[in-house]
């Protein structure tokens, strides 16, 4: 495989809306993500009600990439051979003594099955993407509170949470005004959404004047997808896309046959009749990836239309339209901009006393880098002290170079470089930073491991 990318070879372009074109403020958000859950537990499940209350550095617990064994309690950051690296029983790290006697060193037992699919079972759950990551927090402060009352050495409140994920998120819930999500972000947007930045939208215009097929395909309903497209690019977004597919269900989207998933029609957000086939463009609900690129075939002419798919999730967007698809595959990773933030540039000249604009940095912080997990890419095994030796890659870094094409920070990063820009790709036979625009993270670079590994 070729080790240059470039967006000018793709005929057509896909993009995911939550975390991709549509960018959250993350710390608004991430309260009212874990209030919505918490609320559901306390109220309708009768969980302690102390989980209602959250201190401002109890997000610092968020970190993407970790996997919570259901049946322990036990959180886990994974290196890239299984083995564990952090851990977390509750909100409570464990010393690299209890991991070793817990865990060992060797390969965590569920690995096999997570690592093959990027998957999520029963038994664990994988925390990928900044929907998900004030549940984890919620989850281990659920353990905290079960082990101070019932003490308690396997735990049954998974269900549970899944009972407040889907209260909040169901497909009625928007309509409804059902939970605290939904309600709260259609009355108070800019608190939550950011506006897509002109370069972006320009850039999406110039995609579609240079012949490219614009997809929009989001696992949000209709009319969520509809609000948020407002908010960020205008009453007009529509004219942005060639097709927009809602309720995609993803992973489900890329790994179901047509049979098992058929394109639906919506008339007034309501899912009608299902699709024998995909003829033309528009807007859809549900839906596979086999029928769309039979579609793609057609509008572009091609008996193999090479597609590009931009995504924030690496269960749900990356590795499916890699592995079942076989897309090239954009990861944005809002991680890569974590030695970046700083001081904002525009107050580093002012004394840190003057406070406004550093304590809305400050509170960005966590979501870049969590002092409990450490680096999103490297760490150390536990209980060696030779550094050198043991600074190992994270399953999580491991999964970007093996099913992206490139990763970057946001689109913006990418937005004024001319169409035919080429990029390095991942790939086997180059370094394990090739593939990161515009910079490799810091901690994969040597001699930067002292910066970050505290």
């Given at each position: 495989?070729?080790?240059?990318?470039?967006?000018?070879?793709?005929d057509v372009m896909g993009f995911d809306l939550d975390h991709t074109l549509c960018r959250y403020h993350l710390p608004q958000s991430?309260?009212?993500?874990?209030?919505?859950?918490?609320?559901?537990?306390?109220?309708?499940?009768?969980?302690?009600?102390?989980?209602?209350?959250?201190?401002p550095d109890n997000l610092d617990f968020c970190c993407k990439g970790l996997v919570l064994d259901i049946e322990e309690g036990n959180f886990l950051k994974l290196a890239e051979d299984g083995t564990v690296l952090r851990a977390s029983h509750g909100t409570k790290s464990m010393t690299s003594e209890e991991i070793l006697e817990t865990y060992g060193r060797r390969e965590w037992k569920h690995f096999n099955t997570?690592?093959?699919?990027?998957?999520?079972?029963?038994?664990?759950?994988?925390?990928?993407?900044?929907?998900?990551?004030?549940?984890?927090?919620?989850?281990?402060?659920?353990?905290?509170?079960?082990?101070?009352?019932?003490?308690?050495?396997?735990?049954?409140?998974?269900?549970?949470?899944?009972?407040?994920?889907?209260?909040?998120?169901?497909?009625?819930?928007?309509?409804?005004?059902?939970?605290?999500?939904?309600?709260?972000?259609?009355?108070?947007?800019?608190?939550?959404?950011?506006r897509c930045p002109e370069s972006v939208k320009?850039?999406?215009?110039?995609?579609?004047?240079?012949?490219?097929?614009?997809?929009?395909?989001?696992?949000?309903?209709?009319?969520?997808?509809?609000?948020?497209c407002e908010h960020i690019l205008g009453n007009d977004f529509e004219e942005y896309f060639d097709v927009v597919i809602t309720n995609a269900l993803k992973p489900g989207f890329f790994s179901h046959t047509p049979n098992q998933r058929p394109f639906r029609t919506l008339e007034n957000d309501e899912e009608q009749e299902a699709l024998l086939s995909l003829d033309k463009p528009g807007w859809y609900s549900q839906g596979n990836a086999i029928q769309l690129y039979e579609l793609l075939k057609k509008m572009t002419g091609k008996l193999d239309p090479k597609v590009v798919y931009f995504g924030d999730?690496?269960?749900?967007?990356?590795?499916?339209?890699?592995?079942?698809?076989?897309?090239?595959?954009?990861?944005?990773?809002?991680?890569?901009?974590?030695?970046?933030?700083?001081?904002?540039?525009?107050?580093?000249?002012?004394?840190?006393?003057?406070?406004?604009?550093?304590?809305?940095?400050?509170?960005?912080a966590p979501y870049f880098v969590s002092k409990q997990w450490g680096s999103f890419f490297v760490d150390r095994l536990p209980g060696l002290e030779n550094a050198e030796e043991t600074l190992v890659h994270t399953w999580s870094c491991r999964c970007i170079s093996t099913y992206s094409t490139i990763a970057i920070p946001s689109l913006e990063a990418i937005a004024d470089l001319p169409l035919d820009y080429r990029f390095t790709r991942f790939s086997s036979n180059s370094s394990a930073t090739a593939g990161y625009?515009?910079?490799?993270?810091?901690?994969?670079?040597p001699n930067e491991e002292s910066v970050t590994m505290k």
């Open positions: 495989m070729q080790q240059q990318f470039s967006l000018a070879d793709c991430a309260r009212l993500i874990y209030d919505s859950f918490a609320q559901y537990l306390v109220t309708e499940k009768g969980y302690d009600k102390d989980l209602l209350t959250l201190a997570v690592s093959g699919m990027v998957s999520r079972s029963a038994k664990y759950y994988l925390y990928d993407n900044y929907f998900d990551l004030p549940g984890a927090l919620l989850c281990a402060r659920v353990v905290d509170t079960l082990d101070e009352h019932d003490g308690q050495k396997k735990y049954d409140f998974w269900k549970d949470m899944v009972a407040a994920i889907q209260h909040n998120y169901k497909i009625t819930a928007f309509k409804e005004d059902c939970g605290m999500y939904f309600p709260e972000v259609k009355n108070h947007p800019d608190k939550y959404l950011q320009k850039w999406l215009k110039q995609l579609k004047s240079a012949g490219k097929i614009l997809l929009l395909i989001t696992s949000s309903h209709s009319d969520y997808c509809r609000l948020l999730s690496m269960h749900s967007d990356i590795f499916p339209a890699r592995h079942y698809s076989n897309w090239e595959t954009v990861f944005i990773l809002e991680e890569l901009l974590g030695n970046k933030v700083m001081v904002p540039a525009e107050t580093e000249a002012e004394p840190l006393e003057k406070k406004g604009k550093y304590e809305e940095y400050q509170h960005k625009y515009p910079s490799p993270p810091r901690a994969l670079l």
